[in-house]
């Protein structure tokens, strides 16, 4: 039969209030005092109640999280970081997506069921931003880089993603290069070609129109097809993120060209996945599963502060991953 908090009080001579102040860690018990119910609690392998510890400390230990979807591989590599973290810091994670009908949002922010809120991508939800903040709980936005800053958060900074992936194509000697997207009207995309445009103005190369293609993640086998019919194809392509460079590597080795040997590749992302492909994908790594890890951290320190602190803002540096999909040209 499971101890209670009276047999705790019993075996360690105090009344069940006190017993109740140590478990919710008030200052008012003698020390000798909360070290006898810790042995006691310890002795009788004694567990508060989660409701009555709720009740007592007006904590919930539950983090809420919103996600665009579970599908990507983004989204659950970042989602697993922020659950196992959040898990060894005891703390809960409430999980809900973005992805269609998004009406739930409001009672999800409004149950009062969290004692902190992390937001992966919130650019899905920019109507709802003004909520997230009027509900005065502690927020921390997970690969969001706003002009005017109001939340907590922390990115990988998408400009130099774009410049660094494209300036070594440059270094390797390529002056035709391709730029791959899903949607240049995004965010996270368009701060990348931007940084792609960047370098290749530092190196005096003009980015051609022809060369810049929007691959629909539905469709992105027919888009690539169509592009490679269209015939002068660029010696080295920036793929803006390495789910949709699995498939424009296929589509290219379809139709007979040589990757790296006539065509260069290089991802963004830095997926499991892409040190398998054939050859293995050179990408830029933008630490995914340390921007779980840190939004959690950054998140509980924010919610042991006053809510009308200054906004923390952390920013991640890039890096290329050289693997064998890109080669040097004279």
């Known amino acids: 039969m499971a101890s209670t908090i009276h047999d705790v009080a019993r075996l360690s001579r105090v009344s069940p209030g006190t017993v109740s102040r140590v478990i919710h860690k008030r200052a008012n018990v003698k020390p000798e005092t909360r070290q006898r119910v810790l042995e006691a609690i310890k002795k009788l392998d004694y567990r ?58 409001v009672d999800f922010l409004r149950s009062g069921n969290m004692d902190g809120l992390l937001v992966i991508t919130p650019y899905y939800i920019e109507e709802e931003l003004s909520l997230i903040a009027t509900q005065e709980v502690p927020s921390v936005f997970i690969n969001y880089e706003s002009d005017g800053q109001v939340f907590s958060s922390i990115y990988c900074d998408q400009f130099k993603i774009g410049y660094l992936a494209t300036k070594y194509l440059i270094d390797l000697g390529h002056t035709k290069i391709g730029f791959c997207t899903n949607n240049l009207s995004s965010p996270s995309p368009t701060k990348r070609f931007q940084g792609a445009v960047q370098a290749m103005v530092e190196a005096n190369l003009d980015v051609k129109a022809k060369y810049v293609r929007e691959i629909p993640q539905n469709t992105p086998v027919k888009a690539t097809r169509e592009w490679l019919r269209g015939g002068d194809i660029p010696s080295a392509i920036f793929i803006f993120s390495d789910d949709i460079a699995l498939y424009v590597m296929d589509v290219i080795k379809d139709a007979g060209y040589k990757i790296p040997d006539e065509i260069s590749v290089i991802g963004c992302g830095n997926m499991l996945v892409s040190k398998w492909t054939i050859p293995p994908l050179t990408t830029v790594e933008q630490y995914t599963a340390r921007m779980g890890t840190q939004s959690v951290e950054m998140l509980l320190n924010l919610m042991t502060k006053n809510m009308d602190s200054r906004c923390d803002v952390q920013v991640i540096d890039p890096r290329v991953v050289v693997r064998e999909s890109c080669r040097k040209v004279s």
């Open 48 to 105: 508060p109640h989660a409701a009555a510890s709720r009740l007592g400390s007006g904590k919930t230990h539950v983090i809420g999280l919103l996600v665009p979807d579970l599908q990507k591989e983004y989204y659950v590599e970042v989602s697993e970081a922020i659950i196992e973290t959040a898990k060894r810091q005891g703390y809960a994670i409430l999980v809900t997506t973005m992805k269609g009908d998004k009406s739930h949002l």
